[in-house]
């Protein structure tokens, strides 16, 4: 079903460095079935990972989307591709007990990881929500604020599922998105492919024992996600104004934020 492939551009590494991947599937129906079975097998150390892989740094990182989000108190927000609820959580102490989360995600496992530490946490105003990015089951206009950290990127519909954040929030709300990206910088570039392929790819395969080889997958997914400019420009298409983003770490990541018109 899926291709073993070398990374061509890393041909003149050296043979320790130069690392088999998977290929993202081939159909949009094969992808969909394929994320979904890949976060299902790392659902039990994501969390773990995650701190592993970013040397803790998705904390501050997911801390700036919700920060970007300019939600208060008693709002009613929504963290699409919620996965194991980080950032629901964060943006739950900001809109406080009279305000409402909902954490959507089509993986059944990751959920369940989330609603085990929001009942740890004790916060009662965020409600899980299994669901598809690309076919929000909410009313148009229902929240006032949409957040996605590094969802988008798994989507078999990039556009759909921007459209779905564009319609399900208010008019003056924001869309913001957390993704990995390109850094501008080709050296920079260069040593952060070298560091997914070298070491996140392995290690994350080792640790999370997936044998799904999911994290071989997403350092491919992050290469073939369009890079800033162009994201920028598809929210921009499915009306959102106006757009800017702020690159983090040098371009490794970046945040997109985007604005609801409001109506004259």
């Given at each position: 079903m899926y291709q073993i492939l070398l990374p061509t551009p890393y041909h003149l590494l050296p043979?320790?460095?130069?690392?088999?991947?998977?290929?993202?599937?081939?159909?949009?129906g094969e992808k969909e079935q394929y994320v979904n079975k890949m976060f299902s097998?790392?659902?039990?150390?994501?969390?773990?990972?995650?701190?592993?892989?970013?040397m803790g740094l998705h904390h501050r990182w997911k801390k700036f989307t919700v920060d970007q989000a300019n939600v208060k108190e008693g709002d009613t927000v929504i963290d699409i591709?919620?996965?194991?609820?980080?950032?629901?959580?964060?943006?739950?102490?900001?809109?406080?007990v009279e305000g409402k989360v909902v954490a959507l995600d089509f993986n059944r496992q990751m959920?369940?990881?989330?609603?085990?530490?929001?009942?740890e946490?004790?916060?009662?105003?965020?409600?899980?929500?299994?669901g598809n990015a690309m076919d929000l089951p909410f009313e148009n206009n229902s929240f006032d604020g949409a957040t996605v950290g590094f969802g988008v990127r798994n989507v078999t519909d990039l556009d759909k599922a921007i459209r779905e954040m564009y319609r399900v929030i208010k008019p003056g709300s924001r869309a913001v998105i957390l993704e990995f990206s390109t850094p501008p910088n080709w050296l920079w570039s260069k040593m952060y492919d070298l560091y997914s392929y070298a070491f996140v790819a392995p290690v994350g395969t080792l640790i999370s024992q997936?044998?799904?080889?999911?994290?071989?997958?997403?350092?491919?997914?992050?290469?073939n996600f369009p890079k800033q400019e162009e994201l920028k420009q598809k929210m921009a298409a499915c009306g959102l104004?106006?757009?800017?983003?702020?690159?983090?770490?040098?371009?490794?990541?970046?945040?997109?934020?985007g604005c609801k018109p409001l109506k004259t």
């Amino acid at each position: 079903m899926y291709q073993i492939l070398l990374p061509t551009p890393y041909h003149l590494l050296p043979i320790s460095a130069t690392l088999f991947v998977v290929k993202e599937p081939v159909s949009n129906g094969e992808k969909e079935q394929y994320v979904n079975k890949m976060f299902s097998s790392t659902a039990p150390r994501y969390d773990l990972l995650n701190t592993l892989l970013s040397m803790g740094l998705h904390h501050r990182w997911k801390k700036f989307t919700v920060d970007q989000a300019n939600v208060k108190e008693g709002d009613t927000v929504i963290d699409i591709a919620s996965g194991t609820m980080d950032i629901a959580i964060q943006l739950a102490r900001k809109v406080g007990v009279e305000g409402k989360v909902v954490a959507l995600d089509f993986n059944r496992q990751m959920l369940d990881v989330g609603e085990k530490k929001i009942k740890e946490l004790k916060l009662d105003n965020i409600e899980g929500i299994q669901g598809n990015a690309m076919d929000l089951p909410f009313e148009n206009n229902s929240f006032d604020g949409a957040t996605v950290g590094f969802g988008v990127r798994n989507v078999t519909d990039l556009d759909k599922a921007i459209r779905e954040m564009y319609r399900v929030i208010k008019p003056g709300s924001r869309a913001v998105i957390l993704e990995f990206s390109t850094p501008p910088n080709w050296l920079w570039s260069k040593m952060y492919d070298l560091y997914s392929y070298a070491f996140v790819a392995p290690v994350g395969t080792l640790i999370s024992q997936d044998k799904t080889k999911g994290y071989f997958y997403l350092p491919n997914s992050i290469r073939n996600f369009p890079k800033q400019e162009e994201l920028k420009q598809k929210m921009a298409a499915c009306g959102l104004e106006p757009v800017k983003y702020t690159n983090l770490l040098g371009g490794i990541v970046a945040v997109h934020i985007g604005c609801k018109p409001l109506k004259t």
